[in-house]
């Protein structure tokens, strides 16, 4: 009798514990939500900066209206741990070639996730710093990566620190104390990255859309990265500037809404619902693009090119462009 008892009030702990589980909105949350839910979530700040997330924020008084507004973001969420994004992306051997800024392997992942103390029990909260579409891009690198080994109870927080300090909500600037967390790979989608010679089929069948997620001076090839081989694109890809992947408003950058990335997208020549393979320089800002193509508008056939343009010219492929003087 007393085993049964037992087996009873476990599995109504277990029932009790399901639902009182929160449950993410999507795959974006609002300052709102966050704040709400804040004790049952894991809250995780990508920057490149990581000084910043000890630093006291900068503000400044404006002398028209009186108002106070955000300078420079400093501090962090309460309770929040740090991913620092240069280790984000790592070294790896292609066809016998060290190549740089690469999604890890699953199991070394899996080692810097653990490191900074996220555990697979509580949805995943990432948090850009929220002032340029490149920090928000980083935040979006790492969320492509968790979505690549399996992870799906997670978001990103719209309008990142800088939204969150600009309404004035509470912020700490001490150091993370997280011990080790045990956040495990639960799947390995490949089928979320494009390599090469799925881009080179794409550029020359026109089945997939390419997305050159880049600034317009290098799409047309009037400037280029030191690390990228040559100046252009990619033959038939269509440019989706990062400036137009998010809205300023209140002192950071926020997300559109599903039918203006429609909009934006057919404006620029790529069909919202068509295959796509999102590429850059190097596959940061290129998960700007992936995120608001699978993410946000839906469409799930979308792949990222890890390595890019870096990766595609090492490779000796040629890209298009105006001519230069």
Known sequence: MKHIQLVLAIFIAGFI????????????????????????????????????????PEFEIDKKTGKKFLVE???????????????????????????????PEKVDFEKIIQSVGISSDKPIILIPVGLDISDIDEALRAYWQFK???????AVLDGGMAGWLSEGREFSTSASTKQNGTWVAKAERKELIANSEQVALASKSGKSILIDARQPVQYFGLNKRDYVGSYGHIAGAKELAPELLAKPAKGALYFWDKNTYNALLTANGINPKSPAISYC?????????????????????TRLYDGSLYLWTLEGRPLVGVPLN
Do not use: C
């Not at 690549?148 to 997670?154: L, P, R």
């Not at 320089?281 to 056939?301: D, R």
């Open 17 to 56: 514990a399901s639902v009182q589980a929160v449950t993410l909105p999507g795959p974006v949350v609002s300052s709102d939500w966050l704040a709400s839910n804040q004790s049952d979530v894991q809250i995780l700040e990508v920057r490149g900066d990581v000084a910043s997330y000890t630093r006291t």
């Open 73 to 103: 973001v400093g501090g962090h969420i309460q309770d929040s741990t740090l991913l620092d994004f240069k280790k984000v992306r790592v070294d790896r051997m292609i066809d016998g070639k060290k190549i740089k800024y690469l999604i």
């Open 281 to 301: 320089n190097s596959g940061h800002l290129a998960a700007g693009a992936w995120f608001v193509m699978s993410e946000l508008v839906g469409n799930k056939s």
């Open 148 to 154: 690549v080994y399996g992870e799906d109870n997670i």
